[in-house]
């Protein structure tokens, strides 16, 4: 193979895995000038690829979508994931029906190497599925866009409807999407409230790239696990309550942390916010985590009140109780 074929397939590499980059940079990485640059984008266009162009202090190249689909470059571990995804996503609702994941699993893994083949089948018989419930649809479009943001820490617009059916206009800064019970999030900078959101990605729509980029705020795994499973306790629970703190809204926030979602200002110097779950225990464990000192009013309506106050009257009766010592 050629150095000009060899350097043409690295920049087409790396225009696939990265939505817009500079002349420079490009030519900088590659080792070469930006005229070889420009030479070699001209070979990739012979060959079918669209790739944009645009002049200026930010300018540079793109890969466009064209009328067919071009041949791609992955590695090995690229071929691997794109397989076991169409293996799941048969049955998990990505796409609108099984028939296609599966004709587009066949060409993928038809041109496998035997060594993917059996890497694909073993890691792929070890991923479960969620369960029965497959959950809402979602749009592999949107779900490919989110990705795409995420990927390229791009700013994006879209339309969300929230469980209410409100429907409200977002400009965020994607920084992951993850699965979570049956459903797809989007944990992101939301720039309107200035704070970190957690979105149903299946409430999502006409999402819009503004090719504005942002240097992504750092966050551990163990952050992002931490957002996801707070939305997924965000619905409507059997045992709702309001806990009235006596704290300001900031402090409160401060110490809660991600668990500060739905609070509100009740005054300067107090904050009321919801807590609830699937019955009373589950209500009294998120009190429970009021910090220490903290004094609070709560409106647990009945029969959870009563049952509240029963099993912390017999908790009460049990430390008291000097004979169990």
């Known amino acids: 193979m050629s150095d000009t074929t060899t350097r043409a397939l690295t920049l087409l590499n790396l225009l696939q895995t990265h939505r817009h980059w500079g002349g420079a940079e490009l030519a900088q990485r590659l080792g070469v000038t930006e005229r070889t640059i420009r030479r070699d984008v001209e070979r990739l266009r012979d060959l079918g690829y669209r790739i944009e162009s645009s002049a200026g202090i930010t300018g540079g190249y793109r890969l466009e979508a064209g009328r067919a689909v071009p041949p791609l470059l992955l590695t090995d571990d690229e071929a691997v994931a794109m397989a076991i995804g169409l293996r799941i996503a048969a049955s998990q609702r990505l796409v609108a029906g099984a028939e296609t994941t599966i004709t587009a699993l066949a060409k993928l893994e038809q041109v496998l190497p035997a060594a993917l083949r059996r890497r694909v089948v073993a890691l792929a018989d070890s991923v479960q599925p969620t369960g029965p419930d497959t959950g809402e649809p979602v749009s592999t479009d949107v779900l490919g866009d989110l990705a795409l943001a995420c990927r390229d820490h791009e700013r994006v617009r879209f339309s969300y409807t929230s469980a209410t059916g409100q429907v409200t206009k977002r400009r ?154």
Do not use: N
């Not at 994607?174 to 699965?179: N, Y």
């Not at 942390?257 to 019955?279: L, M, N, Y």
């Open 172 to 325: 965020v800064e994607p920084h992951a999407l993850a699965p979570a019970d049956r459903h797809w999030y989007l944990l992101c900078r939301d720039l309107d409230k200035d704070d970190w959101r957690t979105f149903r990605v299946d409430r999502l729509t006409d999402v819009q790239h503004t090719r504005v980029l942002f240097e992504p705020h750092p966050l551990t795994s163990d952050e992002i696990d931490e957002f996801i499973h707070v939305a997924r306790s965000w619905v409507r629970q059997p045992v709702e309550a309001d806990a009235v703190i006596d704290m300001p809204l900031d402090e409160m926030r401060a110490a809660f942390g991600q668990w500060s979602q739905g609070a509100t200002a009740e005054g300067a110097a107090r904050t009321r916010w919801p807590v609830g779950g699937a019955d009373f225990r589950e209500t009294m464990y998120g009190l429970s985590w009021i910090p220490e000192g903290v004094t609070y009013t709560t409106d647990l309506a009945e029969p959870a009140r009563s049952a509240l106050r029963e099993c912390l009257d017999r908790m009460l009766r049990a430390l008291d109780d000097r004979s169990a010592s």
